[in-house]
């Protein structure tokens, strides 16, 4: 190992220690099962935007989003983003207060708890099944995220990709088990300023490396289409694309995800003082705005970068996810306090996958152990059990991640795609409706969750894979979550109203307008 390596290794070590310092200096503060899913409803206003925003990136922020960019040019990645930032402001103006003082009157601390408390589900239909799609989605998910690790230190220092995938799993296991939400939430906000420095570090030196963004741009202007927001160019190939109205609106519908991200309403849920939810709104927002507008430029530095010989000729854009780390590497061999500056950024890239990852193990621990095993089978048990029950969910959940994401060459980008749109079919129309819907009841929603989330599979594997050449070769999340939508609102008028006693409690008093973030 040289001496810059060492270097590197020394930053990320100081990170990944400070990670888990986090875990033990909050460990203490869950003394209940709400405590360790929720924080106890006790996080500020920063805490909760830039940790909502860390935990909604993940690699794909750093790994995905830059590597779509450099292979294909600004449309994907663009609109992608510009959904994304648009779901981003929509979310936090809609849904972010109401679903605060909803489920803080219904004493619901988890998203199935909520929509069973809502709809006064006594079958715990409604909970086994948002419980189940959890899982089902937030555990490839989860698998990303330890993907985008096990490249980033097989890349960087040659280890074995499943060795270092597993290292970096149970460094978030170790601080997830001992501090829960609190501990997940404070490490994503610090996670979330690694990251940004790292965003900004890297597009600075990899402008001075071409010297300059005229020369950036100049050198991309020679592929046909790559600028262009309609068209694109396939840089393995060589060719121009085609992007038109439908693949833009098929895109602009990851915006729609957000809606139904567990991950990202628990934070709405977890914030201390509902009337700080407009300053978090305006702090997410502009940050999303900033950092995926920062990392599709890097995306396009790349390719300069890539011409000079500075980093490596990347065949697809599975390949091309290793940009940053490419960088980092570069800007090491100026140097030990460059070095110590790459191993920032690659503490960066940890960061923007390990802030996804630690909440979408919680999300999905708080599935198994509190939704699916005491409320739904009625298993009794101490808080002291159900915490350690809790902990040894997040645990097994780990190890099937751990087991999805053996292979190296997995795509980043493309798994959070499919478990976005799965969140964003099953939850978004029930999240909308259940909020602003007073009709809507448990059967609605019950068909909502089921039909949205077979069409996910059925656009994706049966649909786009037979008409691949068709209009229906389309994101799945706006087919999926139309469906959704249309199921609630059809089951909900064709079967009895849902119960005065809920409807009131939660649509009277005080005024609707009091539930808008203004």
Known sequence: MTTSSIVILIAIIIYMVAMVGIGFAVADKNKTSGDFFLGGRTLGPFVTAMSAEASDMSGWLLMGLPAVALMGGLPEASWTAIGLAAGTYLNWLFVAKRLRVYSHKLDAFTIPDFFARRFNDKSKALTVVAAVMIIIFFVPYTASGF????????TLFGMDYLTAMIISAIVIVVYCTLGGFLAASTTDFVQSIVMTVALFVVIGFGEGAV??????FHNVQSLTGYLD???????STGTTGSF????VFSTLAWGLGYFGMPHILLRFMAIEDK??????RRIASVWVVISMGVAILIGVIGYSLMQAGLIPTYANSSAAETVIVDIA??????????????????????????STADSQLLAAASAISQNIVQETFGVKMSQKKSMLLARLSVVVISVIAV??????????????????????????????????WKRTNKWGALAGMITGGATIFI???VVRVKFADTIFNIYELLPAFIVGLIFIITVSLLTPAPEKSITCLLYTSPSPRDYAAS
């Open 147 to 154: 993907s985008a690790c096990g490249k980033l230190f097989s």
């Open 211 to 216: 010297r300059g963004f005229d020369n950036v």
């Open 229 to 235: 927001l309609f068209k694109g160019f396939d840089v």
């Open 244 to 247: 038109g109205a439908l693949s």
């Open 275 to 280: 009337n700080k939810l407009k300053l978090s």
């Open 329 to 354: 590497k570069l800007i090491s061999s100026y140097g030990y306090v460059p070095a110590f500056v790459g191993g920032i950024i690659l503490a960066g890239i940890l960061a923007s996958t390990m």
């Open 403 to 436: 087991f999805l994401a053996r292979d190296p060459n997995s795509s980043v980008f493309r798994i959070v795609s499919f478990a976005w749109a799965g969140f964003g079919a099953v939850f978004g129309p029930v999240v909308l409706c259940a909020l602003f």
């Open 459 to 461: 656009w994706k594997f």
